[in-house]
């Protein structure tokens, strides 16, 4: 199998505009994944891809709980009939603070890649949210690989060791342009609210060896400096290449920005992740 080839670094957000994301292709950045839990139909694909030469789409991610695969499938080959090559499938089973039909993740998620199979999606062509290890090992075994989401280089490492040198590793990370320590954690902190509300990403952190009192409301200032990258675009761009050098392929960055100023503060980083 075939890892996709995105790049070293791609950009994660919501609501990306084909003309950012015109301007982001031209910056050098490989990919856009698109965040949040879009419907099956994801017809707000294509204009993306239409505005750009290469750039890749990821979803991060189609939620299973609310995009039925048969859809879903639908959808991936309608877009790769468009841009051959160029989507790529994230898909997730979401929190289960938020789903009342949540069961055990690696069932629902085995059941819904043979629903794939079943409708065609190749396995290279998908990737799965992944964090423990159960479904890390069952993203390198049914799909490209995973996409974990609120991490460290650490569990970049510890992800590596669990899919194996041919499987496919897109961690995310947060980044916020400051030098200002107390800024850029008030900035995290407000994007880390949700998530110190689901188990998931608790006992992932704890995992990682974050104790009770990291991870609990509004989160330390140690758990928000290893999620979120600040400093100086030497220094942001010097931690995101940490999950390049512990195994990672390629990095989706989201800048905690408004849309607005997302094209600016990545033209800032492309010269330091050495995409320009």
């Known amino acids: 199998m075939t890892k996709p080839d995105l790049g070293r670094y791609g950009v994660f957000g919501r609501g990306v505009t084909p003309a950012q994301a015109r301007d982001i292709e031209a910056l050098g950045y490989g990919a856009v994944w698109v965040g949040g839990s879009p419907p099956a139909e994801l017809d707000w ?3 993306i891809l239409d505005a750009t030469e290469n750039l890749q789409l990821a979803t991060g991610i189609v939620n299973i709980w609310t995009a039925a695969a048969g859809p ?3 959808s991936f080959h309608r877009i790769e009939a468009a841009h051959p090559g160029r989507f790529l499938l994230g898909i997730g089973v ?6 009342q039909a949540y069961r055990k993740p690696v069932a629902a998620l085995t059941e819904y890649l043979d629903r794939l ?3 065609g999606v190749p396995r290279d062509r ?3 949210a992944a964090l423990g290890p159960k479904v890390l090992k069952l993203s390198a075994d049914r799909a490209a690989g995973a996409h974990p989401y609120l991490t460290t280089p650490e569990h970049t490492e510890q992800a590596r060791a669990v899919i194996g040198p041919e499987a496919f590793l897109a961690p995310e990370h947060k980044v916020v342009l400051t030098t200002d320590p107390e800024k850029a954690r008030a900035v995290g902190r407000k994007a880390l609210d949700v998530y110190l509300n689901l188990a998931n990403y608790l006992n992932n952190w704890k995992r990682l060896g974050f ?3 990291d991870v609990a409301k509004p989160g330390s200032d140690r758990l928000v400096d290893a999620v979120v990258a600040y400093g100086t675009v030497d220094a942001i761009a010097a931690r995101l290449k940490q ?7 390629h990095v989706p960055v989201q800048v905690l920005t408004g849309p607005d100023k997302l094209v600016a503060a990545l ?3 492309a010269g330091p992740l050495g995409l320009q």
């Open 72 to 74: 879903v499938a639908e």
């Open 243 to 249: 999950h390049l050098d512990a195994g990672a392929d």
């Open 211 to 213: 104790g009770d009192e």
């Open 94 to 99: 979401g929190h289960p603070e938020a789903h």
């Open 117 to 119: 199979d079943e409708y």
């Open 45 to 47: 694909v294509e204009p």
């Open 267 to 269: 033209a800032e980083l």
């Open 126 to 128: 998908r990737v799965v």
